[in-house]
């Protein structure tokens, strides 16, 4: 069993790999079993088709960020309980873990997917779509404990601002591809960072509207 699940992970590893580089459509099923050394049918016997494939790399890239996202953030509670600090601590860490990767981000998986949703079924865009409004839920958690004691300084709407983290970090990896600037996405999170601060702190006053 224990090796039948080693194969499985390789294959998913393999597949990822060149997926992030290159996308799903130009990536075959012939070099992903060349590479690991397996025939068709071991492949087969894992995954049906590329749909089947697609589907269970999400699932364990979704199960990746949200481990990162819950242990990041965690920590950051642990630091400083207050939501605000707690927020601008673990965007900074973030920041710090995503530029401590020796070549860069490697690519959202999840971008990767939508790009390219013709070639899946329903199920695999129900998945990246509701892992995105996750994320939103979560973000969005965090930044309604913050307005609490610390009242935004402009009219937010807190699902957009949610949604622009995930934004900022898609935007950060296209920077980075773009410009062969690994450290772009880290450079984008600390910026964010700064809006936040603010957006929030409480020694800024309310601009008069224009």
Avoid at 4 to 31: N, P
Avoid at 76 to 88: F, G, I, R, V
Avoid at 185 to 197: C, D, E
């Amino acid at each position: 069993m224990a090796k039948k699940q080693d194969t499985r992970e390789r294959i998913l590893d393999v597949a990822e790999k060149s997926i992030l580089e290159k996308g799903f459509d130009a990536t075959s099923i012939e070099e992903i079993i060349t590479a690991i050394n397996i025939s068709k049918g071991g492949f087969f016997y894992h995954f049906p088709d590329k749909n089947a494939l697609a589907h269970a790399l999400l699932i364990r890239y979704i199960e990746i960020e949200n481990q990162l996202f819950d242990d990041i953030f965690g920590r950051a509670k642990e630091l400083d309980d207050d939501p605000y600090h707690t927020m601008l601590i673990g965007l900074k860490m973030l920041a710090e873990l995503l530029d401590d990767l020796p070549n860069g981000h490697p690519g959202c998986l999840i971008a990767s997917v939508c790009y390219q949703d013709r070639l899946f079924d329903p199920l695999v865009k129900e998945l990246y779509t509701n892992a995105l409004l996750t994320w939103r839920s979560r973000f969005r958690t965090m930044f309604e404990d913050i307005v609490i004691a610390y009242p935004a300084n402009e009219d937010v709407n807190l699902d957009h601002l949610a949604d622009m983290l995930s934004g900022v970090v898609e935007g950060g990896i296209i920077l980075a591809r773009a410009l062969n600037c690994p450290h772009a996405v880290a450079t984008q999170i600390l910026q964010f960072r700064l809006y936040i601060k603010l957006l929030f702190s409480p020694n800024q006053k309310k601009s008069s509207p224009s």
